[in-house]
Structures are given as C-alpha cells and as structure tokens.
C-alpha cells in the first residue's frame, strides 16, 4: 500500500456504496433490483434465481443497458468447484451477409412507412443495428437447469416494477441530450421514454404497460412468450415497418450455448472468465500472462513504469484479440496458444522499460510466435452474487451501447439491441467502441459478434471463492476487470479501494493512452510522454463495477462502483 499512487478522498470517494453480510449477497447497477435478488435469496432462491429476477427487473429500472431486447453471458460457481457458462449472446438473423452495411446506408432495404434512416452507420441504430436477442432464452436456460423457486416468481416483480416504479439519479443522469436526441428518432420510442416531448425526471412515477405485458406474457409462457406468440409478432411487424431483418424464424430458431469457462491463472490465483463468443477470457488471460513476468508489486502504483507496462500488454492483448477471435462456431482459433504462458511471456519479450512501442508495429503474434518460440496475452450492466451455499453467479448483459438501436418495438415496451456493430461490419474501419476486427468476426448468418463482456470469479491458491466481478464498458471491460483483479492480487488493496481507485485503458488503436480524470498525476504523464506515449483524459469514467468479495473467514462485501451509482446488499 505504500507505493500506491493515489489518495483515497478523491471523485469515487464519496457514495461509495459498500455492504457486509455473513449469508448472502447481491451487487446491481440499480437498489431496486438489487432488492429483487436478495428478496429471490431470503425466499429460498439460489444465486441462478436470483441472477434470473434481477435480470428482469434491470430490463426496468435500467433500461439504458439492463435488457430483454439484447443479450449476454453467465458464469456460475457452485462450492464444490464445479463451474458453468453460459452464452446467450445475440445473433445475426438468417438473411444477414458480410455486405449487410456496405454503402452509406448498408444493403438495399425496404422501409415501410414512417422509416427515417439512420443518420450514422446502419450497425449502430435503427432497424438494421438489431441482432436477434438472446436474454429471455438464456435467462429461461438458466433456470431450467438450476433454477429453485417457480419461474413466475421471478418475473413478477420485473411486472410490478414496469407498472410503475420512482425515478431516481441514474436513471436522469442517462439520458443526455445526444441520447434524447437519437430516442426521439422514433416514435414508438418516444411513447416510451419521451412522454410529452421530454425523459422521465427525479422523483416521476415512470409507467412501462407495454413492456409490463410482455413481461407478463413471459411470465407466464415462459421463452415462449417472448419468442413466438403476440410479442414475437410485434418485433417482427416493427422490422417489417422499419426495413428490418429479423423474421418469426429467427426468433424461434434461437438457441444459447452451454460451454466450459476460461480458467487462467495469475500470480497465485486462479481466474474463471468468459470464452468465446466473448473475447473478455482470452484475452484477460492474455494480458494476465504478458504482466506475469514483471513485477508489478514492486513499482509504484499508476507511476509511469507501471502504467506504461499496463499500456504494452494491453495493445498486444487487443491486436490478438481483434485478430483471431470470434464465435466458435465460424472460426478455428487459437485458444491454447492465447492461455499458454510461454506465449504471454513470448509476447513480453519485446517491451521496452523505457519506450512506448507505436500500435503500427503490433500486429497478431500467434504465427510467429508459433515459426520463432516454439523452435528455438457500452451500454451494458452486470450483476454479482454469492448466495447462503456459496453458489457464485457472475453475470453480464447487453444492448451494446446506451439504449442500443434506440428503437422499441411498437406495442411491446421493448428497447432492441444494436449489438450487429460488434461485428466486423466494414472491413478497416472501427465500431462505436473504436475497435477494428478482423476477417474472422464478419457478419454471418445465425453468428454470434464478438464480446468484450468478461463476467469473471476469481479463486486462490487453495480454490476458495474470493471475488465475482464484472462491469459494463465496451472494450474498456476487459481492461477494467483486470485493473481491479491486480489491484487486489499485486497491490494489495482491499475490494472497495480496488474499485474506487481511478483507471485507465490502452486497446492498441486508437494508439492512445486513455484516463479517468485525476487518474494520473502531471508528473507521470510528463515521463510517460517522454516514453512516446499519448494520452487523452475522458470526460466519462472507465467502468461500472459491480463485485462481491469473500474474505477468508467467509464474510461477503459487497461493492458497488461509485461511478455511476449502484447498489449491493446482503445479510
């Protein structure tokens, strides 16, 4: 701690939202459903029911991010050591092709009436931005397999909330102007968050019917009422009206994938991540091999040598992953190259202690490494939970950026997903995040876009639970988890500190060197120019981490990031 870099009485300092129990314990982006989920626990539920009711109640309370109209991941721990996970991931309907977004406003369509195209990049709002959505098929997976209390139970405080629920901060604070800007491009949207030609403010009762109908309807059928039926209809006559693609076979087509987690090591601790078709494992445990070899402990914390070898390994992390990854169905990567250490510790070879190396000299490692080496590293939300038997949920969701495509489906209350834009769309040129993929993630029928979402749990050395984490953010994800992990493992913070304390984040191009205001003193950003890094500070923060730690003598803390404004709590 006396090399850390940093005073604890800055920005994040204050309403640091932070809790203890001895049982259980549930961590959200929103009290109200942070309340739903330990309400699941107290009734009997365990950590899957309740990660199930706070997903419906986040698609409410949290519509920016927490969704029925997009997708996601679970990563799920049982005390026995057992794991699971799970990809629910949007897909890419059945008529999409990698020309799908070629030209200024993407393939020929045929927008019915009222349509107004998308002013920017077809893949980021509108009609043509949506994937089909996979959260209520894996929300009713998940429980179909582990699930304890009734189905209905769970979903119907989501119901109770969408018929009306108080407004507070978070909520306001999402809907900047550029965002009711790009709200007010539809009208069905509108109806929704634009009553009377402005957003919900502080203090409003914000009513939902429609989206509390379909909750109800999928309440009551299950998946079903999502993806066939009256709701399945409505989505599929606002594509229709809008020049969309998603047909009434893509929604009942849609399947979730069970697969086996990621499991790297770092230092003396074990990591369990996301795999593909999330990125987030891979190349977390990219960047964990990378920094293995060096000493992080012994440098100072957010000094210049060890920012500027965060900075190395991440853009030889995010050159791999942009290169090689995608959904596993469509691509033969390279995954035990990627989780080798020897190969981290290959791609650590070439970091100089004193000199930024420039993005254009980084490309993918993987064939010369394996021709050199061998012969001679948005808008979305996240829910950690440990119930009263030690099952450990870690679960992340997505609509891609704030408020996704921006569209509701006429008649359903149901904010769609722009999550096409995390393919590769146009080959060369960024996605919303500044990303620019490879080959292997274009648009394919039924594939699943690369993620950056990283839901993780974190063991030591003797495989006990210790920390469930996971945060929104684009491609600064990956980076933030990591962040928080070594903030804990090397630093030696405590899991509140390693939360608050200021971040920052490299993802090789654009080659730059990004802050949180505060996060780096004058004098570091002196020598690390002097490195040939640059830097730019973001008006945003970096992240929104929601985290449950367990200490060795089993008490849980719960620790909601300050950020944005969240909520843990327990007994």
Not at 291 to 300: G, R, S
Not at 330 to 350: Q, T
Not at 521 to 529: F, N, Q, R
Request: charged share 20%.
């Amino acid at each position: 701690m006396d090399r850390v870099n940093w005073r604890d009485d800055g920005p994040h300092a204050a309403d640091q939202e932070t809790a203890l129990g001895t049982e259980a314990m549930v961590a959200t982006t929103d009290a109200l459903a942070t309340t739903v989920g330990v309400d699941v626990v107290r009734n009997g539920g365990n950590a899957v029911d309740a990660a199930v009711a706070v997903s419906f109640a986040l698609a409410v309370v949290n519509p920016e991010a927490g969704n029925i109209g997009g997708g996601g991941y679970l990563l799920v721990r049982w005390s026995d050591g057992r794991d699971l996970a799970l990809d629910y991931r949007s897909v890419a309907p059945a008529t999409a092709a990698p020309d799908l977004y070629a030209g200024p406003i993407g393939r020929e369509s045929r927008p019915g009436r009222g349509f107004r195209p998308w002013s920017g990049s077809p893949s980021e709002g509108g009609h043509l931005a949506v994937a089909v959505p996979g959260a209520v098929a894996g929300l009713w997976a998940a429980h179909g397999r582990y699930g304890r209390l009734a189905w209905q139970t769970l979903v119907e405080p989501s119901v109770a909330l969408a018929r009306g629920f108080l407004v507070g901060d978070r909520l306001v604070r999402s809907f900047t102007p550029r965002i009711v800007a790009d709200l007010g491009r539809f009208q069905s949207t509108r109806d929704v968050f634009l009553r009377g030609g402005a957003p919900p403010a502080r203090g409003d009762v914000f009513r939902q019917p429609e989206l509390a109908s379909t909750l109800e309807r999928i309440r009551d059928l299950g998946a079903d009422g999502f993806y066939r039926g009256e709701t399945a209809d409505l989505i599929v006559e606002e594509m229709r009206r809008g020049g969309g693609i998603i047909t009434h076979e893509d929604l009942a087509s849609y399947r979730v994938e069970w697969r086996e987690p990621i499991r790297l090591g770092y230092r003396d601790h074990q990591v369990l991540s996301m795999p593909p078709s999330s990125s987030g494992g891979l190349t977390l445990g990219l960047v964990a091999s990378i920094l293995e070899v060096f000493p992080l402990a012994e440098l100072d914390w957010h000094g210049a040598q060890h920012v500027h070898l965060l900075a190395e390994a991440w853009r030889r992390a995010f050159t791999d992953r942009n290169h090689y990854l995608a959904d596993p169905a469509f691509a033969d990567m390279p995954v035990d190259v990627l989780l080798s250490p020897r190969y981290g510790e290959w791609r650590a070879r070439d970091i100089a202690p004193d000199a930024a190396t420039p993005s254009t000299r980084v490309g993918p490692g993987v064939g010369a490494y394996s021709a050199d080496w061998t012969q001679g590293r948005g808008a979305t939300t996240h829910v950690s939970i440990v119930d009263p038997e030690g099952t450990a949920v870690s679960l992340t969701t997505t609509l891609n950026t704030w408020f996704g495509s921006k569209l509701v489906a006429e008649g359903t209350g149901v904010l769609l997903n722009n999550e096409m834009d995390d393919f590769t769309t146009r080959p060369g040129l960024p996605n919303h995040f500044g990303l620019i993929q490879g080959d292997a993630n274009v648009v394919q029928p039924g594939k699943r876009p690369l993620s950056a979402m990283t839901p993780s749990i974190v063991l030591d050395s003797r495989d006990r639970l210790r920390l469930v984490l996971g945060t929104p953010g684009g491609a600064t994800i990956i980076t933030t988890v990591f962040q928080v992990v070594s903030n804990m493992v090397d630093h030696r913070m405590d899991a509140a500190r390693a939360i608050r304390a200021p971040r920052i984040h490299h993802q090789h191009l654009p080659d730059r060197i990004e802050t949180e205001p505060g996060a780096l003193p004058s004098g570091v950003k002196g020598e690390l120019a002097r490195m040939g890094h640059r830097w730019v500070e973001r008006d945003e923060p970096i992240g929104d981490v929601q985290a449950v730690a367990v200490a060795v003598d089993g008490t849980l803390q719960g620790v909601a990031d300050p950020r944005r404004g969240g909520s843990a709590s327990g007994f």
